[in-house]
């Protein structure tokens, strides 16, 4: 039997066939993101990066529309300030995309990003991904990195990791808000909890990729390759499934 894999093999099942033969019919993960429940923003540099509204982006041109992989109308845009597709993954230098929410997200609530090199740009603190009261700034559970390395969480004030736990190669990082006082913050295995923060509920349908206001506001620098966001906060298992995943796929030692 001959076989042809066109597409990638992401959805291959083997199927008995005849005289005890398998022919491969489909073939499906251990894990997808959507395995798991109130998954609501899907965003992989490997789907729906367009250059402009209807024209896929190709290597090295600018970002204008970043499409949500569960559909609907949840995509990120960039009118200016435009991000580059660069080694098949969003680079953010001093740029943002945004987009709006159904409703505004608020804790319990869990994010996931595979990124590389992704340092704050022009700040000392610069948002990865946040909720957003109003388009000029003030955060609702914003997830950050610092010119050192350390990550925080910020309701509008940051709170950040005791010592830097990025580096510069490529990165599975996670933060999960269990609730208005604790977050729990991973770099692959590596896990810390901020405790008693305080934060402030989120009121907006505004999010914000690579920076935390419109202006831009504390831009990150580095690249994306894929974020989940979930209504929800995870069990450490749950954590594991997730990171895992982005681990094989993006091809991270953790």
Request: one cysteine or more; hydrophobic letters at 35%; glycine letters at 10%.
């Amino acid at each position: 039997m001959n076989i042809v894999i066109s597409g990638g093999i992401d959805n291959l099942i083997f199927a008995s066939g005849s005289a005890g033969s398998q022919d491969i019919v489909s073939y499906r993960p251990i894990f997808i993101p959507i395995d798991l429940p109130n998954l609501v923003g899907w965003y992989s540099s490997d789907y729906g990066v367009y250059n402009t509204l209807t024209v896929l982006a190709q290597e090295t041109q600018t970002v204008r529309l970043w499409q949500n992989k569960l559909g609907g109308s949840v995509n990120a845009e960039s009118i200016s300030n435009q991000p580059n597709l660069s080694g098949g993954a969003i680079l953010f230098n001093t740029d943002f995309m945004s987009g709006s929410n159904a409703s505004p997200l608020n804790a319990p609530l869990s994010y996931y990003v595979a990124t590389k090199s992704i340092f704050s740009g022009l700040n000392s603190s610069a948002s990865i991904l946040c909720q957003n009261a109003t388009s000029a700034g003030s955060p609702r559970f914003g997830f950050s990195v610092d010119q050192t390395g350390r990550l925080g969480v910020s309701s509008p004030t940051t709170t950040q990791t005791t010592g830097a736990i990025m580096n510069n190669g490529a990165n599975v990082i996670a933060c999960i808000f269990n609730d208005l006082n604790t977050v729990i913050v991973r770099r692959g295995n590596y896990t810390e909890t901020l405790n008693s923060l305080g934060l402030t509920a989120n009121t907006s349908n505004l999010f914000l990729i690579g920076a935390r206001g419109t202006n831009p506001s504390d831009p990150i620098s580095g690249s994306i390759y894929e974020i989940l966001i979930y209504s929800g906060a995870h069990t450490s298992n749950e954590q594991n499934s997730v990171i895992n995943y982005m681990a094989e796929k993006w091809g991270v030692t953790l």
